[in-house]
């Protein structure tokens, strides 16, 4: 299974969860969008151990079969799709989740995530924990 990781995943993951840290260890590809990481780093800033996380992220993101999507082409035009369908439904959510969203479905991977307003996005596939 390919897993894209949601911010509240990677840091429930860090703080020792059990059943994500199983999830993870058995997923094929993880992947870790360009958004997520935007998330973490403004979070590592503000928080006062900014050199610890950031030592463990890095640690992370070099493990074998992780990887970063990077914001493509494909991955905005679907970013702006997916305002129009969700302004449409009445049902918006965070600009950062849309693009959060746009890169799983763009990579063709399950969001791991447990922001239930993902399932109001039309054909994104959302593994919650």
Known sequence: ???SLDTNAYSTFKNG???L???LENAEELLVP???LGELYSGFQIGSLTEKNLTEL???LSKPGVSIIAVTNEIAFRY????KILRTQGTPIPTNDIWIAASTMETGSILLSSD???NDVPGLMVLDY
Request: zero cysteines; charged letters at 20%; aromatic letters at 14%.
């Open 1 to 3: 299974m390919k897993l």
């Open 17 to 19: 969860n059990i059943e």
């Open 21 to 23: 840290k199983q999830i």
């Open 34 to 36: 360009a958004t997520v």
């Open 58 to 60: 890095n640690t992370f």
């Open 80 to 83: 702006g799709y997916l305002i």
């Open 116 to 118: 239930k307003h993902f």
